[in-house]
């Protein structure tokens, strides 16, 4: 192995925590990964880590050793991209991590179309609601729909996430339409998250703030069956417009209290700032935001159905 690829293996072992992980994640035997540190500490004349049973630490060596590497690693990654442009071949594995009903909905077209741009890249996709740690677990890359707090990642807006109030015509039909917000706190409510989530919030045409807790019927932490919920007649349901649009276009389910406005989240591409960001994670998270936009296709289609009827 050269230089650069023993650099690369004591980051990623430094990233992953020990020895351990850093296999685990390299699908590696510990052995191979340990005497390969092992080369790497005797050729430098020093140690880089202290193991022990239970953990492992950087030595004052290490961490200067481990501060180098990743500028090393960064700018020659950053010559090879500078030096092959956009006709670049991508190789290795790129190991992401999505949200379930977003990533299924909106990112299959957009893997497909990425793949078949850079057929030599593999990809291992976690299709998963759950908050993965990305280090622990060896993520190159995430996809998070949130407002982000302070953190060790480092992150890139790819688009913006509208939501939308809305039930089905039958509902309504039985139930009457709500024109405002005090109509709106007369019907069933299907919520989504289980602990408390806390009001909705949303603005009038003057631009207040008004938050309001409507009366739930049912409570979920899976935004497909609400909508399915919604979709069978059960009450008025708040949901991201990615998730509902293609019911809202099929006339399943009709928006209401569309005068007022939500406030807006965003979806983002998240990283390791740990971590030199490598080609193919720069260019897969270009593709994804180039291919949504500030304004996404499932918002604008529903914004051209309702202007133009």
Same mark, same amino acid.
């Given at each position: 192995?050269?230089?650069?690829? +023993?650099?690369?293996? *004591? !980051?990623?072992?430094?990233?992953? @925590? ?8 390299? $699908? ?13 500490? $005797? ?16 030595? +004052? ?7 180098? /590497?990743?500028?090393?690693? +960064?700018?020659?990654? /950053? ?28 990112? &299959? ?33 995430? =996809? ?19 939501? !939308? ?30 602990? $408390?989530? @806390? ?22 932490? &899976? ?11 059960? @009450? ?5 417009? *990615?998730?509902?649009?293609?019911? =809202? ?17 965003? /979806?983002? /591409? ?17 593709? !994804?935001? +180039? ?14 159905? *309702?202007?133009?009827?």
């Amino acid at each position: 192995m050269g230089q650069l690829e +023993d650099m690369a293996l *004591f !980051v990623r072992i430094v990233d992953a @925590g020990g020895i351990g992980k850093a296999a685990e994640q390299l $699908n590696l035997a510990k052995s191979a990964v340990s005497r390969r540190l092992n080369e790497l500490e $005797n050729r430098l004349g020093t140690q880089l880590l202290i193991r022990t049973t239970r953990k492992s630490s950087l030595t +004052d060596a290490g961490i200067s050793f481990y501060q180098m /590497a990743i500028n090393i690693l +960064d700018d020659v990654d /950053a010559m090879n991209t500078q030096i092959s442009g956009a006709e670049a071949t991508l190789t290795g594995t790129l190991k992401v991590t999505v949200p379930l009903s977003f990533g299924l909905l909106h990112l &299959n077209d957009v893997f497909d179309a990425f793949h078949r741009l850079h057929p030599q890249l593999a990809m291992q996709v976690d299709f998963s609601d759950r908050r993965a740690d990305l280090i622990e677990e060896g993520f190159e890359l995430g =996809i998070r729909i949130a407002r982000l707090k302070d953190s060790s990642l480092r992150a890139r807006r790819i688009t913006t996430i509208r939501h !939308v109030l809305c039930a089905s015509p039958s509902y309504l039909e039985q139930n009457g339409e709500p024109r405002d917000i005090t109509q709106l706190l007369n019907h069933e409510y299907l919520e989504y998250g289980l602990l $408390n989530p @806390g009001p909705i919030k949303l603005f009038d045409s003057g631009g207040q703030l008004h938050n309001i807790n409507l009366n739930t019927k049912i409570k979920a932490n &899976n935004g497909d069956f609400l909508k399915d919920m919604a979709i069978r007649g059960h @009450g008025v349901t708040f949901l991201p417009t *990615f998730l509902v649009y293609q019911s =809202i276009l099929a006339g399943q389910l009709k928006p209401v209290c569309t005068q007022y406005r939500f406030p807006e989240i965003h /979806a983002y /591409a998240v990283y390791p700032q740990t971590r030199y960001l490598s080609l193919r994670v720069r260019k897969l998270i270009d593709f !994804v935001a +180039d291919t949504f936009g500030e304004e996404p296709y499932w918002d604008e289609m529903i914004r051209s159905r *309702f202007c133009s009827s």
